[in-house]
C-alpha cells in the first residue's frame, strides 16, 4: 500500500520530532559564598569557583560582594544571621571562628568528614585540622594560613652599604639599618612596620615569647615585660629608625613605589608585592626576627571556609565546595596566586600541586620555612573580639604616631581589654 505524504502531515510529524520530550536535568543546587579581602582573593576566589564548577555541574557557586576585612565578614555574617539571611558558606579569619561558632551558626564538619574517610588521606593533618575548631568543634577547614615575614629592598641596601642576602635576626639589627636608609634622603624610609590590627601586634608579642591571655583565660597576658617589648620595638623604629607613620596601604604603596627598605607584612602580601614591583627593584624575603628565638612563636592568619547553610542540599553542596577549595587542586591555585603557606599536606608535597612550584620561586619558601613556629591566630573570649582589636591598634597607633610613651600606652590597652572581656 502506497502512503502518500503530505506537506501539512511532514510539517505535523517534524513538529513532533522536534517537540518530543527529553531527560530532563535537575537544576543545579546554589549557593551563596562570602570572603574577606577582595584585593588578595578575588582572583583566586574566582578561579577555584570556576574549576570546581567545571567537575561539579549540579552546583552553582554564586560570590556575594566581599568585605574589605575579616572583621567586616564577621559583622555582614552576624548581622544577616538575625533574619537567616547568612551566605551558605563563608570563609572567615581565623580569629573570628569563635564568635560565630559561640553563636551556633556553624555546621560541626567532623560528622561530614568522617563520612568521607581518613581525613589524613585527603591531606589534611591534624594541626591544620586544628586551626579549624572552635568551641570544641570542628567549624571549619583551614582554607588560606599566612605568617609575617620582612620584604626587603635589596637595591635600597646596596645604596646603603649593606648586604641584602644577610638576614638580620635582632631588632636591634634591624633599627640600626632603618636608621642607615633613612639617611639616604629623597623621601626614603629604612622600614614600615604595618602595625594596623592585633595580628601584626601579636607578632612582636609572641616573638618575645608572650601571650594575649594566659592560659585560663583569666588574666591579660600582654601587659607585662614582653608587651612593653614589643611596643618598644616599634617605638624605636619611628624614633631612632625613621619609620613613617604610614596608613597600611600607603605603607605598601610607598613600598612598591622603592621607597621604604623593609618591609613587615603578611606571606599573603607576597604575590601582589611582585606584581606591582615591575622593574622597580629586586625583592629579597626574610624570615621574621624573634624577639627570644628560643620562645618565640608567629601568629598563623588566614582564615577558613565555615559551612553556614541550614537547607540539607545546599549545606551538601557547601560542603563538596568546601573540600575543593581546600584540597590539592584548591590549595594550589590559592598559593600561587597569593603567597599564603599551603593548608593541605598533599598539594605542598606532589610535584604536580606546588613541589615543583617551590623550588622555582624561592620567594615563597620564606613562609613555609616558618611553619614549625606558627600558633594559632588568638581568639579573645567573649562577643568582643572586634572591639579588643580596635583597642589594641588604637593604642598601638598612639605610640607610632608619638601621642603616647610605651607604658602608657600598654596600661591603657590593658585596662581597656580588660573591661572588654566577659566577666568570670
Not at 572552635?134 to 645604596?159: C, E, H, K, M, Y
Amino acid at each position: 500500500m502506497t502512503v502518500r505524504l503530505t506537506r501539512r502531515a511532514a510539517l505535523a510529524g517534524s513538529a513532533t520530532m522536534v517537540l518530543a520530550p527529553t531527560v530532563a536535568r535537575a537544576a543545579p543546587v546554589e549557593i551563596e559564598a562570602h570572603y574577606a579581602m577582595p584585593s588578595v582573593f578575588k582572583d583566586v576566589k574566582d578561579r577555584i569557583a570556576a574549576a570546581f564548577m567545571a567537575t561539579h555541574p549540579d552546583v552553582k557557586v554564586t560570590w556575594r560582594q566581599a568585605s574589605a576585612s575579616y572583621d567586616d565578614a564577621t559583622q555582614l555574617v552576624l548581622r544577616e544571621a538575625i533574619t537567616g539571611r547568612q551566605p551558605d558558606i563563608v570563609f572567615q579569619g581565623l580569629n573570628r571562628l569563635r564568635v560565630v561558632a559561640e553563636r551556633g551558626l556553624a555546621v560541626d564538619l567532623k560528622p561530614l568528614l568522617a563520612a568521607e574517610g581518613d581525613a589524613a588521606s585527603f591531606g589534611y593533618t591534624p594541626e591544620i585540622l586544628g586551626l579549624g575548631q572552635a568551641a570544641g568543634i570542628q567549624v571549619g577547614l583551614a582554607f588560606a594560613t599566612s605568617n609575617p615575614i620582612v620584604f626587603v629592598n635589596a637595591d635600597l641596601f646596596r645604596r646603603a652599604g649593606l648586604d641584602p642576602e644577610r638576614r638580620l635576626t635582632t631588632w636591634d639589627e634591624v633599627v640600626d639599618a632603618s636608621r642607615r636608609i633613612s639617611t639616604l634622603g629623597d623621601g626614603i624610609h629604612g622600614a614600615y612596620y604595618r602595625w594596623q590590627g592585633d595580628w601584626i601586634y601579636s607578632a612582636l608579642l609572641f616573638g618575645f615569647g608572650g601571650t594575649m591571655m594566659d592560659a585560663a583565660e583569666r588574666e591579660i597576658g600582654f601587659a607585662g615585660r614582653e608587651g612593653r617589648a614589643s611596643l618598644t620595638v616599634l617605638e624605636r623604629l619611628v624614633r631612632e629608625g625613621g619609620m613613617p607613620a604610614l596608613s597600611g596601604e600607603a605603607g605598601a604603596q610607598a613600598f612598591a613605589a622603592g621607597k621604604v627598605g623593609m618591609y613587615f607584612w603578611s606571606t599573603a602580601f607576597l604575590r601582589q608585592a611582585m606584581n606591582a614591583l615591575g622593574q622597580n627593584f629586586r625583592l629579597v624575603t626574610w624570615e621574621f626576627p624573634l624577639g627570644e628565638p628560643a620562645r618565640g612563636r608567629l601568629p598563623t592568619g588566614g582564615s577558613a571556609g565555615m559551612v553556614l547553610a541550614r537547607d540539607p542540599a545546599k549545606q551538601q553542596a557547601a560542603f563538596r565546595f568546601l573540600r575543593f577549595a581546600t584540597g590539592p587542586e584548591g590549595c594550589a591555585i590559592m598559593v600561587k596566586g597569593t603567597g599564603y603557606v599551603p593548608v593541605n599536606a598533599i598539594a605542598a608535597q606532589d610535584p604536580r600541586w606546588l613541589g615543583d612550584f617551590y623550588r622555582d620561586n624561592p620567594l615563597f619558601m620564606t613562609g613555609v620555612r616558618q611553619m614549625p613556629i606558627m600558633v594559632p591566630w588568638y581568639a579573645f573570649p567573649g562577643p568582643n573580639g572586634v572591639r579588643i582589636s580596635s583597642v589594641i591598634t588604637d593604642n598601638v597607633t598612639r605610640v607610632v604616631e608619638q601621642k603616647a610613651s610605651v607604658d602608657t600606652a600598654l596600661a591603657d590597652m590593658a585596662r581597656e581589654v580588660t573591661r572588654l572581656l566577659p566577666r568570670v
